[in-house]
């Protein structure tokens, strides 16, 4: 005899929590990872083009999934195809944009920009599917709105002062990694890595596209270096592609375990990796006043993932 009460939450009660449990887990180091990802991809960027890096941690990353693909499998079918590669141009859109900005603005700052709004977007998206968010979750949504206005705001000299340009790019990275999430949250269950393959070859596929076309115009209005070289962030973009890809398939995971609207919110913590990267490494300062919005910027992530 099972029961669900208090003194006992049952065998399915438990699998239920155990479960949910590890989903949280799992979406919390896909996070750390991710952040990792970033801070190695936005460093890679300042040293060549972020379009370059994007293409290279594409490549890297698709060699990576398809080692794995034999031990972890997965039914291929048109729709995971489908999605798969609908993914795989928004993630890229996204990745490029994110180490567009990191590499001309302070990571501590735009990072966590990038991840309120794709936190936002799909829980967003599940508004309007149907899915009704509580009391806590509308909190959460005006906390991370007021975070976007404070991580922007600096009124302090010599403080940490990101562009224009630099927001609206963090802004759009964050729109369409969100929109990566909720595509490859609709892809089949049974699929397993045959997505994330499909999604990482149509990134590579688009990034060397744009590297070539990037390369014909500029050579046009003849700015083109005469050997463009790929070496000073070849081995960083490298090894950002591995760890991402690596994020990319514990996201997936995560998915399969949990809800969309948890692992996007959970995804979202990951500037705590790049900030503290940032700090240590780079000894990037804030103000306060953006301290406060990203610690609001986390607060609502978490509130979020309670809702």
């Known amino acids: 005899m099972t029961t669900d009460g208090p003194a006992g939450r049952g ?29 190695i991809g ?4 300042k040293r060549i083009s972020p379009v370059r890096v994007t293409a290279i941690g594409g490549l890297s990353g698709l060699v990576v999934l398809l080692l794995l693909l034999p031990l972890v499998g997965g039914a291929w079918s048109s729709q995971a195809v489908m999605l798969g590669a609908l993914s795989g141009v928004s993630g890229a859109i996204g990745v490029a944009l994110l ?11 735009l990072s966590p920009l990038t991840a309120v709004v794709s936190a936002i977007v799909p829980v967003l998206a599940g ?3 149907g899915e009704r968010l509580n009391l806590l979750g509308y ?13 922007g ?39 397993g890595l045959a997505p994330l393959v499909t999604s990482r070859a149509a990134n590579a596929v688009i990034m060397f596209a744009a590297v070539g076309i990037l390369a014909l115009m500029a050579r046009r209005r ?15 973009a490298v090894i950002g592609g591995v760890v991402d890809a690596s994020a990319n398939a514990l996201l997936l995971l995560g998915l399969r375990l949990g809800e969309l609207t948890i692992q996007s919110v959970l995804t979202a913590l990951y500037p705590a990796g790049t900030i503290i990267l940032a700090a240590v490494i780079l000894r990037e300062r804030i103000a306060p006043v953006q301290i406060i919005g990203l610690v609001l910027a986390l607060v609502a992530a978490a509130l979020l993932a309670l809702a």
Do not use: Q
Not at 42 to 45: D, E, T
Not at 139 to 151: F, N, P, R
Not at 167 to 190: E, K, N, R, S, Y
């Open 139 to 151: 909190v959460a949504i005006g906390i991370a709105l007021v975070a976007v206005v404070l991580v």
């Open 11 to 39: 065998r399915h009660g438990d699998n239920r929590y155990g479960i949910g449990m590890l989903a949280v887990a799992i979406g919390v180091l896909a996070a750390l990872v991710y952040g990792s990802a970033d801070f």
């Open 99 to 109: 180490y567009a900005c990191l590499a001309i603005g302070p990571m501590s700052i």
């Open 42 to 45: 936005g460093i890679a960027s």
């Open 127 to 129: 508004a309007i599917r």
């Open 222 to 236: 003849g700015t083109a270096p005469t050997r463009p070289s790929w070496r000073p962030g070849l081995r960083l």
């Open 153 to 191: 705001f600096v009124p302090e000299k010599g403080a940490l002062r990101p562009s224009g340009r630099a927001l609206l790019m963090a802004v759009g990275a964050g729109a369409f990694i969100g929109g990566f999430l909720i595509i490859i949250d609709l892809t089949p269950d049974d699929s």
